[in-house]
Structure formats: C-alpha cells, structure tokens
C-alpha cells in the first residue's frame, strides 16, 4: 500500500511525485493516457518508491486509507472529470488536493459538492514551475484545517526550505491557497513587465547589447532587487541561438501568451473595488503585445520625432534600479491589499506575514524584498497594503524621482511603461488628499441624479445643476 496518490503525469505532475519519494513516502501514479505513465517509469523513475497504476480503481486501491491523492492536471475540466472518475473508488474521510491552477471559484465549489459525500478537498497554490516540483516549490494550501493535517508532514518536506521555515503553510479556509496563488500570479505578471519595460530602455535608449543588459540585471540581482525573475532575466539575455549566432532574446516574437490567472486577479479586485492597477495592465500589456499585424502596420505610418537630450548612461541605469524597485514595491502592495480584502469578504483568515514567508523560496516570484514587506507587516498588522508605515513611505519617497525620471524619459522615447506608470499613478493616487473625483461625483449627480457627498456638511446631495 502506497502513501500518496497522484493523478496527472504533466512535467510538473512528474517532478512532484519525484520529489515526494525522494522525501521518503511511497507513491501511486497514474495517467489519463498510458504512454505518459510508461515513459515516465522507464526514464524519470530510477530507485524512487513509486508505483504505476493503469485504471483508476486499482489506482485508488493501491493507496493506505485514508487516502490522499494530489491532482496535477490542467485546471477546469479535466479536474471535474478525474474527481468524477474517483468517486466511486472513494471512502468518506479521503483527501483529493488539487495542485493545479485552478479557479478558485471551481475550488469553493469542488470543496462542498465532495464535502456532502464525505470526501475531503485541499485546493493547493503549486508555484516554482518544473525546477520547483522537484527540488522544493512554494506550496499555498487552502481549505479545512482537518485535510491539510492529514498531508502537513509531506507537504512541509517537499516544499522549499528557508531560514524561516518551509514554503508552506496552511493558508486558510476554503479556496484561500488557490486565491493565494492566483493574486501569486497576478504579481507575477506586474513584475515581469516591469522588467520587461526597464529592458526596453536599456535596448532602445541606451542601445545595450543583451550581454550588456545582462551584466546590469547579474548586478542588481546582487543588490535589492535579488529575485529568481532578476536572476533568470539575466540568464536570459546570455542565452545565444546556436544555429543564427544571435541572442535568442532578440529572436523571440513579441507577442506575451496568458492562461488566464492574471486576468482572474484583475477581474475579482475589480469585483472587491480594490486598485491593482499594476496588475491589471500587465495583464493589458499582454493582450497589446498580441495585436503585432496592427501594430507593424500602424508603426510604419507615423514618424516618432526624438528629442536631442544627453544621456547620462550612469544616471539612466541607477534610476531604472530604483524605479524597478518602486514598481515591484506597489505590485506586492496591490497584491496583499486584493488577498486581505478576500480574507474578510470570503472568511479565508489569511495571515499576509505567512503568504509573505512562504514566497521566500520555490516560488517565481520570491525575492530579497519579501523579508522587508514582511517586516512592515509584522510592525502592523492592519496595515494590508504596506503603505502605512514610515519605513515603507521613505523606501518609495527615496524612488519617487527616478521613477518619476524614467517614465518621462520613457515618453519622450514613445516607450509604452504601462506598468511603470501605473506603479507611479497608484502610489500617487494614494498620496494624495484631493482627487479629482469630487469632479466625478458632480458630473455623474448632473447627467443621472447620482447624488453626492459634500466636504462641508453632513447628508446626500443632488442639484438640478442646469436650474443654476
Ligand atoms: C508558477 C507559475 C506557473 C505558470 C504560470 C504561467 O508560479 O509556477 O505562475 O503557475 O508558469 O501559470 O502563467 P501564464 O501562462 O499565464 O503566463
């Protein structure tokens, strides 16, 4: 009898069964199509406890009671039709988590539809990509306490291991670890366009060669900006095309491919009214990269006229740093304030300090910056967007210029920042007393009786603004 199931033997399913047994636990595999079982035993599987199955019962009978089967299959339907396909294999008190990408709307409801027949569900935030799987990822479980003490001991030793512990932690209830994950991605998203608009710079106003870029990006990840999106940036630029001889950065088609989780992120901060705005133009900047026929089209149709300004090389490079550190700053600062907000709305009972911790290691976007949020919160609990503290208004204030400098200097190069910008907007928008919505407020009372509040007394008001 086995320990562990797991159903889905994608690279990543492959890997997290390699690293459960490598960690001592005997596994159970099985795969919708047999080729994939059979050719992962005869060239993954060397002296690791794991098992092949070909049918689903023999599968589920080859597992210790109560059983605990990890799902790595794509997210949507394929996890309806494998849970569909347990079930009559399952005893009430049996654990299914699954580590995919889910939605986690599908997680909330996967979790009661399996409650009523006495199955338990852990929806698990899997983050680390295939190097993760196998050597230690992030893990962001989510649903009772009762499942995930059932798989805490595994879970604990596959994750990556920090100075501050393992990468998992119990999230909270119900589909708190696939939300987690899923805002996870959402900065995700913000960081890698920012990254990507600071290249942007250094190759088109600097006129730096990839190699060039390379060397500053090797730099920074020494610095503050030390993080595994830094480190495989610069990795990236090394990287040459055997057969062309050139960079392969330089060959790749401009054009950002999503599966959907940024966007998820966008859509539900939408729904809980709270601003993401990095967050949700990297998802922008994405759908844009995609339109290159028009784009082709419409660059050859007007002439960009560059100002004659001097470049201070030195200058440029420092500023792009700090700017970048701004922007990753306010991406985490949107992300906390969306998972805290669906903490109180959805009653996860998030601890942000321990999604913090837990993106230390494994995950794509752990990085140095994470142990200072994780002070600023620990200082302050209430303090969900990280902006209420002093140590985090003079980190930014000490940016704000060079920001300030480089989206200028972005536009007089006609450089889209959408990211960089909206960094900037946002923090901004934050900063300051009076927006310009009292504007808003008095055009929406005069076209549709909306209503407004006033800063001089008390009560709703509306004017009949034409009588005037
Ligand atoms: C991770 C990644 C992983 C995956 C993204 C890619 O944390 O390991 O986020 O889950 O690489 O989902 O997403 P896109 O295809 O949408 O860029």
Not at 102 to 120: A, H, P, Q, V
Not at 266 to 286: H, K, M
Request: some cysteine; glycine content about 6%.
């Amino acid at each position: 009898m086995n320990e562990i199931g797991l159903i889905g033997l994608a690279v990543m399913g492959q890997n997290l069964a390699l690293n459960i047994a490598r960690k001592g636990y005997s596994v159970s595999v099985f795969n919708r199509t047999p080729e994939k079982t059979q050719e992962f035993m005869q060239n993954k599987v060397k002296d690791e406890q794991i098992k092949p199955y070909y049918d689903t019962k023999s599968f589920v009978e080859s597992l210790k009671r109560p059983r605990k089967i990890i799902l790595m299959v794509k997210a949507g339907k394929p996890v309806d039709d494998v849970i569909e396909e347990l079930l009559p294999y399952l005893d009430k008190g049996d654990l299914i988590i699954d580590g995919g990408n889910s939605y986690f709307k599908d997680t909330s409801r996967r979790i009661k539809e399996l409650e009523e027949k006495g199955i338990l569900y852990l929806g698990m935030g899997v983050s680390g990509g295939e190097a993760g799987a196998l050597h230690g990822p992030s893990l962001m479980p989510g649903g009772t306490y009762e499942a995930y003490e059932m798989v805490k001991d595994v879970l604990l030793k596959i994750a990556a291991q920090t100075e501050s512990g393992p990468c998992c932690t119990y999230v909270g209830n119900d589909s708190a670890g696939h939300f987690v994950k899923m805002v996870h991605n959402g900065i995700e998203y913000a960081i890698m366009q920012a990254i990507a608009e600071v290249y942007d710079v250094l190759r088109k106003v600097l006129k730096l060669s990839p190699e060039e870029i390379a060397e500053i990006f090797e730099k920074w990840n020494n610095n503050d900006l030390n993080s595994f999106l830094m480190e495989i940036s610069y990795k990236i630029m090394r990287y040459k095309d055997e057969e062309r001889g050139k960079y392969l950065v330089d060959l790749i088609l401009d054009e950002a491919e999503q599966k959907g989780t940024g966007k998820w992120t966008s859509q539900i901060s939408l729904d809980l009214g709270i601003p993401t705005p990095s967050l949700n133009l990297a998802v922008e900047a994405r759908s844009l990269s995609f339109f290159k026929e028009e784009r082709v089209q419409l660059a050859k149709r007007v002439t960009k006229i560059y100002p004659e300004i001097d470049i201070d090389k030195e200058k440029i490079i420092k500023d792009l740093e700090n700017a970048l550190l701004f922007s990753v700053f306010t991406s985490f600062s949107q992300g906390l304030w969306v998972i805290s907000e669906a903490s109180k709305v959805f009653e996860y009972n998030i601890d942000l300090s321990e999604v913090l911790r837990i993106w230390k290691g494994g995950c794509i976007i752990r990085a140095e910056i994470l142990d200072f949020l994780r002070d600023i919160i620990k200082e302050n609990k209430e303090n969900v967007n990280l902006l209420n503290s002093e140590k985090a208004l003079s980190f930014l204030m000490d940016k704000i210029d060079s920001i300030k400098y480089i989206t200028n200097l972005a536009k007089d190069f006609y450089l889209p920042m959408l990211v960089l910008n909206s960094s900037l907007d946002y923090f901004l928008s934050m900063i300051e007393e009076n927006l310009p919505a009292n504007l808003i407020q008095a055009q929406r009372d005069f076209f549709g009786a909306h209503t407004y509040r006033r800063i001089d007394k008390e009560g709703i008001f509306h004017t009949e603004w034409e009588a005037n």
